[in-house]
């Protein structure tokens, strides 16, 4: 045999087609003749496993296919397969297959590898809470209110209780000079009110949460951010949108004040009279036992509300806007004695529970809006009208749309060339 054929052997055999010499080098086994040209090389080329008087090539072929069945147990039997070039591929060819078919076989593998955190400060904060706490909780609450109405009923059954309710029906005492009626502009600051409210609770919640910002923001020396006294800080574009609600929120709460005492609607929620603490708790009673207190609040307010308005206008926004300075770039931190005196545990110690007596507040206020007579209680606040009719109704609504664009608008993505005008942006 010449070189040209011995050469062009293994290459039929690559090709899975077995030559005379090839079939006499084989070892002997008793097959049919005819069978062992075409029978093993065409399973060889399916993936099969080979016979034994098969040569090494179509284990190549078994192993590039990715097939396991008819391996042997041990790995080291196996023959080296042939490369196409004739070279003997390396060993742990196999074992590598054999990792990634495991792999593969395993769904966990593949599902922890999709499995991921939902992103969003929303989805991300949904996703830390304790579900279980929480549900206690609320079954909790739940609990405390249905014996809260129990016993509040029981109560106003009892002789004495019912001398009190007689004595103190929940109604304070008034100037005689407090107006009647609510102007048009309570109607407008009630909008900004709870317009700057809502995003501000949302970025107060967002700076408290987010776990990276989506661009900081540094002001520029002495301007309105930074005034001359303090340093211009680093803070997030989070940060900065909140300062700038807060100052809107100030300046729409300073107007509130001086048009408050102008026009004497003060008298409706300022106590002058210290029977308003007696006649407060004679109102909690009535509404925790569902039997709510008589009310015209287009002429008074009970006395609890009379107490929850004072509140909300005189302590909890000073409060806030105190506390929160001490956070903001406005704090004067050249000034190490003013800062020692009022520490940064301190501000932080009062403003989170005040955001959350806001929130608390905003939730009863809408509860009682919609559950004593939403359509006339909605025309004094947003339309200035003692009347039963939808105009409210419809403001209220234009007010909610207004306040979710609103909510889009001032996403990173719109904010971002905003702040810019004010100072420099960063990652």
Not at 91 to 107: I, K, T, Y
Not at 276 to 289: E, F, G, K, R
Request: hydrophobic letters at 45%; a positive charge; charged letters at 15%.
């Amino acid at each position: 045999m010449t070189n040209e054929e011995t050469n062009a052997a293994p290459r039929k055999q690559r090709m899975g087609t077995a030559t005379p010499q090839a079939a006499s080098a084989a070892p002997k086994v008793e097959t049919p003749a005819g069978e062992t040209d075409a029978r093993p090389a065409a399973k060889t080329r399916m993936g099969a496993s080979p016979a034994a008087s098969a040569p090494a090539a179509p284990a190549a072929r078994t192993t590039r296919m990715g097939s396991d069945t008819g391996m042997p147990a041990n790995p080291a039997a196996v023959p080296a397969p042939a490369t196409r070039m004739g070279a003997a591929a390396p060993g742990p060819a196999p074992e590598r297959m054999d990792a990634s078919s495991r792999a593969g076989r395993q769904p966990g593998h593949a599902a922890s590898a999709k499995t991921g955190a939902p992103k969003g400060f929303l989805a991300g904060s949904l996703a830390s809470v304790p579900w279980k706490r929480a549900m206690l909780t609320l079954g909790l609450a739940v609990v405390a209110v249905v014996v809260l109405v129990i016993v509040a009923r029981w109560l106003r059954t009892t002789p004495d209780v019912q001398s009190f309710l007689g004595q103190y029906p929940g109604h304070p005492t008034l100037p005689d000079t407090v107006p009647t009626g609510l102007p048009g502009w309570l109607g407008w600051q009630h909008f900004f009110n709870i317009f700057f409210m809502v995003l501000i609770v949302r970025t107060g919640l967002q700076i408290r949460h987010e776990k990276k910002a989506p661009a900081h923001w540094t002001p520029e020396p002495n301007s309105l951010f930074s005034p001359k006294g303090s340093t211009p800080k680093k803070v997030s574009l989070t940060q900065w949108l909140h300062q700038a609600l807060d100052i809107l929120w100030v300046a729409n709460g300073l107007v509130f004040i001086v048009l408050l005492f102008a026009t004497s609607q003060w008298m409706r929620i300022v106590p002058t009279d210290w029977d308003v603490v007696p006649n407060a708790l004679s109102a909690m009673l009535q509404y925790a036992s569902l039997e709510w207190p008589t009310e015209n609040g287009w002429i008074y307010y009970n006395a609890l509300q009379m107490l929850a308005y004072f509140s909300i206008v005189f302590l909890a926004a000073p409060l806030a806007v105190i506390s929160g300075i001490r956070f903001s770039t406005w704090w004067p931190d050249q000034n190490s004695r003013l800062s020692r005196i009022y520490p940064i545990e301190v501000a932080r110690a009062v403003h989170y529970p005040v955001m959350l007596y806001f929130v608390a507040f905003t939730l009863v206020h809408v509860f009682l809006v919609f559950f004593t007579g939403a359509l006339r209680n909605l025309n004094h606040m947003y339309a200035s009208r003692d009347e039963a009719d939808w105009l409210g109704l419809g403001v209220f609504v234009v007010s909610v749309l207004v306040t979710g664009a609103a909510w889009i608008l001032t996403k990173p993505l719109f904010m971002r060339p905003v702040a810019g005008r004010f100072g420099t942006l960063s990652k």
